[in-house]
């Protein structure tokens, strides 16, 4: 249209690699796996264990790092933790009791933590069974 003025993508600025995006599934690293290859009960316990972990720095247990305690976090991991356990539970098969077992410590250490514990049965996740 004669007198307007085309406005430049947002990514005209971000420089391309050299190979541009040709060689991109070249340089996959063959141990990464493509998710429709992971079996769900895999991603299911993957993720739980990231929570797991995450609960466990967030209520200062990591090792080799400085305490660092977050509660506010650490409840809500906990609880997703409790909530996925719950909702795969039927799914987990030999895998349920050792990620109940890290459960139930997370909410120990949350209540053992905690200035006000709260009652028992309203910890974080405790309403969930699993």
């Known amino acids: ?4 003025t085309t406005k430049a993508h947002p990514t005209d600025g971000i420089p391309l690699p050299a190979h541009g995006f040709d060689n ?4 996959e690293d063959p141990q990464i ?3 429709s290859e992971i079996p769900a009960i895999e991603v299911i316990s ?3 264990v990231m ?7 967030k209520l200062g247990l990591a090792p080799d790092a400085e305490p660092y305690v977050d509660l506010d976090e650490a409840r809500r991991l906990i609880t997703a933790l409790a909530g996925l356990l719950a ?4 799914y987990l098969g030999a895998h349920r009791q050792p990620l109940r077992d890290g459960l139930k410590t997370l909410q120990a250490a949350f209540r053992e933590a905690s200035a006000y514990p709260d009652d028992p049965g309203k910890g ?7």
């Open 51 to 57: 929570l797991m972990s995450a609960s466990a720095e």
């Open 87 to 90: 909702a795969s539970r039927e």
């Open 33 to 35: 796996r493509e998710l």
């Open 1 to 4: 249209m004669p007198g307007s």
């Open 46 to 48: 993957r993720a739980a």
């Open 24 to 27: 991109l599934d070249d340089l």
């Open 124 to 130: 974080p996740g405790e309403a969930l069974q699993t």
